[in-house]
């Protein structure tokens, strides 16, 4: 009957659907392509219309495969695709841009720039209005690739006044690219959203131009809105305009504050710390430790030879005064449960010691302030130091030992 028909045939394209996901899991891009082939073929008796829809169904398949298939090519590639554009209005601009960001990934500029130009002019009734969004990803990348433009002609302009010439078609097509670049990537970036590489991109071309006040509001807009959504690398992008800039130690320590907050094993963290150790006042030099402490609590920051001197010194200056050893004492406690298993176990002693002498010393030395002198870290560095007649491993020995009482303190 007409009814068990559409049931057979609906069950057979739903096994060949798992055959081909069972493929694509599998990395066997041959199979898959032998599956998808059939699917096809069966769709052209299939008059069901389901939530996605077959040709969306066969684009994302059939683009997977082509990625991956050892026979394919870019040419196949680009014949899908543009297959693929007829096949769905509402999806147009969308296969537009996989198609684009495939042509760059291969390093096709030029070819990905024509389908931008295209896609950009593409009109289609309310379906335009329909995927605005989209369309202004189009111009946003478009602008990207202007940018990109920009670049190369500067790098031109600057290697030829270098040498003492000036070519003023180059400086023609380098602001006619910046002006391309300009209105199209100030545009996506006011939209809500993490649009980084465009960001940086605009960023960039004001600065060159010298317009830092527009660079500076772009920044904060994108840092400080809070439509926008939390983004640690709007306050790293922030922060680094605003060293160029020579601005003032508080405005740099105030962008990373928030970014402290957000990401605490953020790298820059180093540069946090060192420049709240440079404070005259308490309350910033208190909140450098916490910052360096946070930081160590991350398992990437484990070997950070750098992070643990800064530890280190700031614990040495606070032992050698004997005042605000609290500071230390509130950040250990909810530390010392953990902290000796996971940084100063005599495995991880042995380790450092054989791959990094200066990691190990400056471990060991935070191990004997925190742990005492009968730490198995501190025990086994200090052993190889002085055993290997190392000057400095003796005196942080000694160091350790005439300060063991602090310890005590800090343990309670």
Known sequence: SSHEHKLNFRKSKEVCLSYIQDALLQKQWKRAAEFLTCYVESLEKDYSREHIGPSEMIWRIGTEILRHHSQSSMKEFNCFMEQMKTLGVKRFLKVCLEHVFHLLCNGQIDEAYQNLSLAESWRF??????QDKEMKLIEAYRGLLDYYSWSKQKNILLEHSEDGFSDLAVEQEMHSCFRKAAVNLKEIIKIPGV????????????????????????????????????????HVYLYQFLKRQGESKKSLISALKILHDIVPSHELMIDFNTMLQKSKKRKKRRLGLEVIFAALDYAGWKENAKAWSCLARQLKQIVTSEKHLDWIKQEWNSRKDWWPAFHFSRYLAKRNWEENQSLSYEKALVAGILLGKDCKYFRYVSHQGCKAQLKRFRMLKKFVNRHNPVYLRISG
């Open 125 to 130: 009734g309310e379906q335009t209005a329909i």
């Open 195 to 234: 649009w980084d590489v465009f960001v940086k991109c605009y960023v960039d071309l004001l600065e060159f131009y010298g317009d830092h006040n527009e660079a500076r509001q772009v920044l904060n807009e994108y840092a400080y809105n809070s439509k926008f959504p939390a983004n640690p690398n709007a």
